[in-house]
């Protein structure tokens, strides 16, 4: 009797550690979907860029600028692009710029005088701020006319202007704001969401 007590006694403790450890796995694989994995680039100088002209990143050198690590997506260049920002007879570039405090700002290299500031650092994709080395999800591109076009079809921009250049397109994982120069301003557009 006393014999068949303890076999019981150790199914059930073997039972008990089973189930147990079964649990914690449980615990351990639930907690861990539900945290994101992170998605954070890390800086890098503008020389990781070495596709840029030597006098677009001497200039952000010069400005302490850091830039995030990704260089592309597919065959889309990011962070340091080559556009028509003014017109579409005037080729330019454009900068994403992480400067050393983690604030940031687009950096525009005018191939011409253009009526635009040089510097874009309003606007909600460029209000974050960076702990040291880290960039966060951030990402600038070339919009062409023809996306613009379509996205301000699609999210309803009661702006009127002539889409004729191209935008410059800064966000992150969640979203995007198009910057596009119009009579000497950048308006904000509703970008990738």
């Known amino acids: 009797m006393c014999e068949k007590r303890d076999q019981r006694f150790r199914l059930f403790r073997l039972r008990l550690s089973v189930n147990h450890v079964l649990a914690l796995f449980l615990v351990a694989i639930a907690g861990r979907a539900q945290t994101p994995p992170p998605n954070v680039q890390h800086r ?108 301000r079809k699609f999210f309803g921009d009661s702006r009127r202007n002539p889409v004729i250049h191209d935008g410059v397109e800064i966000g992150g994982e969640e979203a995007s704001i198009i910057y596009y120069c119009y009579h000497g301003r950048w308006f904000d557009l509703q970008g990738n969401d």
């Open 44 to 151: 890098v100088s503008p020389d990781a860029y070495d596709r840029a002209p030597a006098a677009i990143r001497a200039a952000l050198k010069k400005r302490n600028c850091e830039l995030p690590e990704t260089q592309h997506w597919d065959n889309t260049q990011l962070n340091i692009v080559r556009g028509h920002f003014a017109s579409a007879a005037q080729s330019d570039w454009a900068a994403i710029c992480i400067a050393a405090d983690g604030t940031t700002s687009a950096l525009i290299f005018w191939s011409k005088p253009a009526t635009c500031p040089a510097q874009i650092h309003h606007g909600w994709a460029l209000n974050g701020h960076f702990p040291p080395g880290q960039a966060g999800s951030l990402y600038l591109l070339k919009a062409p006319p023809n996306q613009i076009l379509t996205y």
